[in-house]
């Protein structure tokens, strides 16, 4: 049975926040792309060829994110009664009870 705390995230919530998160990283990928273009002649060569790389890598990085899917929970949540991991003192029809 699970508990309400470790429920998963509803499935509508996880696309919008991997959409989210993806717009951000094009976002981000679009500035740098253009601070490269109008920086071009006017700073150092390794400053706008570092952006230039960033915006060609983004794009792979973020469709690694978008695409990652729902994290998995590793917390076990089986829910044990503690009468079913009690000796049982010998009585029957319990675990570690009665031969």
């Known amino acids: 049975m699970p508990r309400i705390t470790t ?13 989210r998160r993806y717009l951000v ?3 981000i990928r679009v500035v740098c792309f253009l601070v490269s273009v109008i920086t071009w002649g006017h700073v150092p060569l390794a400053v ?3 952006l230039i790389v960033a915006a060609v890598v983004l794009p792979y990085v973020a469709v690694l994110l978008a695409n990652a899917g729902r994290e998995r929970r590793d917390v076990d ?16 029809g319990t675990l570690g009870g009665g031969r």
Request: hydrophobic share 30%; aromatic share 2%.
């Open 48 to 50: 706008s060829l570092v």
């Open 25 to 27: 990283q094009m976002g």
């Open 77 to 92: 949540t089986t829910f044990l009664d503690p009468r079913q991991i009690d000796p049982g003192h010998d009585r029957p």
């Open 7 to 19: 429920a998963p995230e509803p499935l509508a919530d996880d696309v919008a926040r991997r959409q």
